[in-house]
């Protein structure tokens, strides 16, 4: 079974900072991993995606995500915040097995100006 | 492109009450999902369709009932309403259920609270 663990249900940067969302993971199969975000008042969307392969994964909006085996983490970072990035931000796993996706319980990411 | 579309958006029910939230997507999805939402809990799988006519349990199916009768609709039924079904509730779907094809699309979310 998989599972996800995000640290941190609250972080805060200043425009321009760099924004770092930490997420871990826990498979017993090789994981697929998954970021959305929720901007207010709207549903989950993809970020971004690993499937297999390159490790530092690149999605939209200036974001990307690196696959770390060894530490079972894919973070989530981005170089400089944007007051647009305020969100919620979910991390999730699936398996090889069917309807197996298990998302993390969400970091809210404020922007300060 | 509508994509993955919810009603209504914010419902108060008394406790007892019933009701429908309704659910619609235009991409020819087979797979559909109804998650709750509450705060600093993630996302919860209610129930999950593989197509039409067939549905399974999630992870917390328990007050909720739904049915598939074609491949764009997938009402959520909610019976007798508790306050313990007090959260906003999200209708999904997906071109596939496992993997990396997993990737699933969302509606905007039913706010619901029941007093």
């Known amino acids: 079974a998989q599972s996800v663990t995000q640290l941190g249900s609250h972080v805060s940067v200043s425009e321009g900072a760099l924004v770092l969302l930490r997420c871990n993971y826990s498979?017993?199969?090789?994981?697929?991993l998954f970021w959305y975000v929720q901007y207010p008042n709207q549903g989950l969307q993809l970020l971004l995606k690993y499937t297999t392969g390159a490790t530092l994964v690149k999605g939209i909006n200036g974001f990307e995500a690196e696959f770390k085996k060894s530490e079972t983490s894919f973070h989530l970072t981005k170089p400089s915040a944007h007051m647009s990035d305020a969100a919620e931000y979910f991390c999730?796993?699936?398996?090889?097995?069917?309807?197996?996706?298990?998302f993390g319980a969400g970091t809210r990411l404020t922007v300060k100006p | 492109n509508a994509g993955v579309t919810q009603t209504p958006k914010f419902r108060i029910l008394k406790i007892g009450q019933s009701m429908t939230l309704q659910c619609t997507q235009d991409?020819?999805?087979?797979?559909m999902y109804w998650y709750r939402q509450d705060p600093g809990m993630g996302l919860k799988l209610i129930y999950y369709s593989v197509g039409a006519g067939i549905t399974d349990k999630g992870e917390v199916p328990n007050g909720y009932n739904v049915s598939r009768s074609t491949t764009e609709d997938f009402p959520l039924r909610l019976e007798l309403a508790a306050p313990s079904q007090t959260s906003v509730y999200f209708c999904?779907?997906?071109?596939?259920?496992?993997?990396?094809?997993?990737?699933?699309?969302f509606g905007a979310g039913t706010r619901l609270s029941v007093l």
């Open positions: 991409m020819n999805h087979n797979y």
């Open positions: 999730a796993v699936s398996g090889s097995g069917y309807n197996d996706m298990r």
């Open positions: 999904a779907s997906s071109r596939s259920p496992t993997g990396a094809k997993n990737i699933q699309y």
């Open positions: 498979s017993s199969v090789p994981p697929y």
